[in-house]
């Protein structure tokens, strides 16, 4: 090493690392008006200040010292957040079009390329999004004809539950298996037993992907793809459980093939097969085998994930601050009794249980920095410019905890959610699902599941941990917020 140094010689090494740095600089220096943001060194960016484990926190903390608009590079390339109900809202919402996009982002890039509901952009995205809407409405989606099917579901989620006999179990994996299987019906036309391996293993693959995502490797990969393809590492473990639940997603496919009967078209998968030979003359609109299956993966997925993992919450809530789960007990006692399931016609009629729902959502924070947009074009937020192609974080942390917003934004309390008299209200500042244009593509579907799983579980089980104990609600953080293991007693009622 020492010999080649001598050869080269000093000085041309160090006019060439300076040259390396200039160029690098040139390149990735923040524009003119820039936002604000910690001091990033070269390459690595803000890599350093970065704590994994908790971004969504360090993002108050820098917007507390670089004001509500700052920027971050630790994504890949330099990032804005924007914090606060009315600048996200002023983002999203007043100027919805300026930050409609998805950012390019490598590693979902060289898996799924830029097709699918959610990492789509143009043409295509609005086309599909148009599409899984109007077909998903056919099946039910957001309107009382799929109830029968969700409180069937129900059923099955409480008597497996009961089969714990009060004893202590983690309630995660029923829970997910139960709510998969409501957009398992509308996309594979099918649910799965709790009992089935298979399927079962598949929901451990998906949330272990979850886990992975929020890890710092698919974050170096999006900086440095060139080398992280190329190397092992936990990167490449997320690839081939990502592959793992794409070949489900391909075979179910498949099997739909086969038997497709157009004059009976049974779900999604069926409605796009038949679709695709309508679009042939038009390529751009996503009407492909290929695009079929990530739209598929992604309502699976995205469907799956965030609404057990907000139930999951919600039972841990409720364990935390028992005189609140009383409380929601005594109000469906009063309004549905016992010898009926709580049905969508009683949610109005259940203002304390949509409360405590809501704040569930509110201080879950499932997704606490959101699906990052991009800029369109060159744009102007506040007095900062924005270059077009510069990746958004719309952080949903800031506006849920928005000081401005909430009485007492660091307490879960449903009051947030009444008003004088006890009824229901609606807060501007509750965004789980996003807003604008992008907003949450499920979000109906997800009001609809959770307010009847957790209505049931809670008319049917008061929920405890063993021995009295009360949970600490300690969170971890991959793409999703979710509980940290537990395991707690369902004592029927
Ligand atoms: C509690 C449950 C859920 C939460 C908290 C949630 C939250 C979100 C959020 C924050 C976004 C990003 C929106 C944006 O970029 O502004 C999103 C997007 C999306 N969600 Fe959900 N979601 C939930 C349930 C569902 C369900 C049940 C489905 C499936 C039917 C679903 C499908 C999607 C899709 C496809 C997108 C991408 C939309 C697009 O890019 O146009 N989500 N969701």
Known sequence: ??????LIGIKSCLLFLFLVLLVYYIRTRPPKNF???PWALPFIGDWHHMDFSRVHLQFAEFAEKYGRI???QFFGPRAVVLNGNKLVRQAFVHQGEDFLDRPYLPMSADVIGDKGLIMSN???WKEQRKFALHTLKKFGFGNRSLEPSILQECRHLNEAIANEQGKAFDPHWLINNAVSNIICMLVFGERFEYSNDDFQSLLKTINEIFLLQGGPWPQLYNMFPWIMRRVPGPHRKLIT???GVIAFVRQKIEDHRVDLDPSNLRDYIDCFLDEMEKWKDDEAAGYDKENLCYCTLDLFVAGTETTSTTLYWGLLYMIKYPEIQRKVQEELDRVVGSSRQPSLADRENLPYTDAVLHETQ???NVLPLNLPRSATKDVQVGHF??????MMVGSLTSVMFDETEWETPHTFNPEHFLDAEGKFRRREAFVPFSIGKRV???EQLARMNLFLFFASLLQRFSFSLPGGVKPNLEFRLGFTLSPKPVRLCAVPR
Request: glycine residues 16%.
């Open 35 to 37: 936002p604000p943001g």
């Open 70 to 72: 700052f920027s971050v």
């Open 440 to 442: 949450c593509l499920g």
């Open 362 to 364: 509110r201080f879950g």
């Open 385 to 390: 410019s924005i270059p077009k192609g510069t």
């Open 122 to 124: 143009g043409y295509a």
């Open 1 to 6: 090493m020492f010999r080649i140094l001598e």
């Open 241 to 243: 459980l990502l592959n």
